[in-house]
């Protein structure tokens, strides 16, 4: 019997005889029957990176809050609630998802600049941690409500402390010229404004400074400057049990490089800044923990050789993974099947078959050379990956699946064309 290679990217994302395989399915076996493009994530590594966080935070007083946003399949969701984790909502839909995976009320904190009064009712009637509330007619508004419901609404008022992330733009929440929070220097106004209406309790402070931060620093600037709010707030006698101090935590979008920022310095410098306070930190970590648990797998539909430049054209758009698109993220590609013959590469940019310029994954990758109908894995898209796709240009919303050990599973269906379009309907003066 011949020795089975294997070469391992990680302990779920494993080359075993030079094919690709999630944990012990082989992506090929499910691309046979399952049409390309399509999101596989692995459950160990969901568990793995919940399970790490939790860990390196264990001598601190925390609870932990998925950001759904980040990745809302109820099947995922479900993996980490039978782990203990609460979630972060921002939406009354993404809120019902959590419910239906089992997390309860009280695990759940609601987060957003716009929730409305359906998403508000919705949340006190089924039970909520706290709201992280962003603005003053937020406050009123979730007043009016509870108190026409005979309840009290715990919430948490989110600051902006003014911190640049150094991350892309676009996910940069921090700073003054963001929408998100309230300014420090009139937060303290608020918070006496809340304390003084009925149907109110004060539980907390909240910020959220910006996602796929790769370094302590702007963190812990934060941290610091919230710490010493805390105090003040104290001495102005509201009671502050809670600090949740968001996500944001970045990963590594190479399978060559490890997590920029390591969890157990992230908690030492978390338990140096806020152990004195005596108070329970919040995080609500989307992307650590769903970000290199998912891949995505497309197949190519055509090499497209030129004279200046050679592309890839493969089977998955901006519509299906948005990322490139919009934060100029580069995803890594890995072979499905590893060619054993590596010695006739290209260069070539890998794009998709949407008809936007900016449909390009990666510009100018060395490859080995491929035809028609050769799958491709593209590495860290279990955040922000499915949760944003669209069915622009008609292309039905692409299906997801999970593994766990031997076993597979579809957990969203892709929708036949045909559903999509029944969906539109051509009103009765134009018929
Ligand atoms: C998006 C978001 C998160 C999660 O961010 P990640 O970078 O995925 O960890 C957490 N909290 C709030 C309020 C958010 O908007």
Known sequence: ???????KINDFFIYKNNNLYVEDVSVINIANNIKTPFYVYSTASLRRRYIDLATSLNNIKHSL???VKSNSNLAVLRVLSLLGSGMDVVSGGEYLRAQKAGVPGYKVVFS???KTYDEIKLALNGGIRQFNVESIPEIIMINKIASSLGKKAPISI?????VDAQTHEKIMTGTSENKFGIPLNSALEVYKMASELNSIEIVGIDLHIGSQITDLLPFETAF???????????EEGHSIDRVDIGGGLGISYSTKEEDPISVD??????SKIFSKLNIEIQLEPGRFISGNSGLLITSVVYLKEGTNKNFLIIDAGMNDLLRPAIYDAEHEFLPVSETKNNDNKIVADIVGPICESSD?????????KMTSGDFLAIYSAGAYGAVMSSEYNSRPLIPELIVDENLVSVIRSRPKIEEVIKRDQIPYWLR
């Open 265 to 270: 310095k992230f908690a030492i410098m978390l």
């Open 360 to 368: 390009v994954f990666s510009k100018n990758i060395i490859l080995p």
């Open 224 to 234: 610091i400057k919230i710490a010493s709010f805390i105090e003040k707030l104290r």
């Open 1 to 7: 019997m011949s020795e089975k290679r294997t070469k």
């Open 112 to 114: 957003g600049v716009g």
């Open 65 to 67: 809050y998925f950001s």
């Open 158 to 162: 989110r600051v902006n402390p003014d």
